[in-house]
């Protein structure tokens, strides 16, 4: 009979090094999953870990795939380590763009530096809107967030469709579900000259700096962290429960939301049913690879940012299937959460002893 026995003390350095030994297995996996598919597994990984490097243009993508990874990532940090589990960052994320998406076009062909603040605005509210729905069933009918947000996922994905085959529409676009572009005052500023590395690049890099701030030198943070790793003190200490629910899932959702206006303003510059990218729900393995730090955070979403840009290399060069790139991601979360357990229990075979 095998066992999981937990240890007394788990090893920091193990801790530390986990997330590099899930990297690692996922490389070996990978491989071994490219080779069935009749694909040279060396090449497949260097294309996805070592080409982008060498490439300018794929260089300066990593930065855009990573913004939206890393601010939702953050969003998510907060609840999962309050022990509150939002799973639907991807509906947040999708109002979010819709939001600000609708105030870009409301005021189309109205210049002025006020307008993309306030599009990001009536994106971050729509997206702790979002958010607090499952927060309040969860506080007031004791609600799963789990099942609650996840559901949402899908009733924002129609939204989305609806609002750009319906209100939003471009009048002009010839009937296909898509808004206009949006003019110069609605689309993100771009920080180096040449390619699509755009404001909120910037903005991304600026909240991990203050979540990292609060959670590690603020009393909230203190909260958050006792929150999830001791409940009943938490309580004892005057944490309230419903409080913290409600601020973790709308902080989190407004970041999503954040993150949503970022990708229609910024590389997409419209509104589109194909805008979502999973970006909500692979921003879960960031948060996790990152070990719910913020600075793990902005290293996991370089390295899941690197496995998106050096995936669709892959897919172009090697003709491989999207579906596999998206479960060679899959396999980062797996043997991470796998090695986590390793690390924190240990293995045992044979007969349970009876007392």
């Not at 095998?2 to 920091?12: D, H, N, Q, V």
């Not at 390619?195 to 958050?224: C, E, K, P, S, Y």
């Not at 729900?281 to 600075?295: D, H, K, Q, S």
């Amino acid at each position: 009979m095998i066992g999981l026995e937990l240890r007394r003390a788990p090893s920091r350095a193990m801790v530390f090094l986990t997330p590099a030994f899930a990297v690692l297995a996922t490389m070996i996996a990978g491989g071994i999953l490219f080779a069935a598919l009749g694909k040279n597994p060396v090449e497949a990984i260097w294309i996805i870990f070592g080409e982008p490097f060498v490439d300018p243009f794929s260089r300066s993508e990593l930065f855009v795939k990573a913004a939206p990874l890393i601010l939702i990532a953050i969003g998510l940090s907060l609840g999962f380590r309050a022990g509150i589990w939002n799973i639907g960052a991807e509906g947040q994320f999708i109002v979010g763009a819709i939001a600000g998406s609708a105030v870009g076009l409301a005021f189309y062909g109205t210049q002025g530096i006020w307008l993309l603040p306030l599009m990001a605005l009536a994106g971050m509210l729509a997206g702790m809107g979002w958010g607090l729905i499952p927060a309040f069933l969860k506080v007031r009918y004791n609600a799963n967030e789990i099942l609650v947000s996840l559901m949402l996922v899908y009733v924002a994905d129609q939204l989305l469709r609806a609002m750009v085959s319906g209100p939003l529409r471009n009048p002009q676009g010839f009937n296909f579900p898509e808004s206009r572009l949006f003019h110069d005052s609605a689309v993100l500023p771009i920080l180096v000259e040449g390619t699509r590395v755009h404001i909120g690049v910037a903005v991304a890099v600026l909240v991990v700096l203050l979540l990292w701030l609060v959670l590690d030198r603020h009393v909230l943070g203190f909260n958050i962290k006792l929150m999830g790793s001791a409940p009943r003190a938490a309580r004892f200490s005057g944490v309230k429960p419903s409080g913290m629910v409600l601020l973790c899932l709308g902080l989190s959702g407004a970041l999503a939301g954040l993150a949503g206006l970022f990708e229609a303003t910024g590389p997409v510059q419209q509104l589109v049913p194909a805008l979502p990218q999973g970006y909500g729900f692979t921003a879960i393995i960031v948060a996790f690879l990152g070990r719910l730090n913020p600075l793990g955070i902005l290293a996991a979403g370089m390295v899941m940012a690197l496995t998106y840009i050096g995936g669709e290399n892959a897919q172009l060069s090697l003709q491989l299937p999207a579906a596999a790139i998206s479960v060679f991601q899959g396999m980062l979360l797996f043997f991470l959460l796998g090695l986590d357990i390793l690390v924190r229990y240990r293995v045992r075979f044979g007969r349970r002893e009876v007392a």
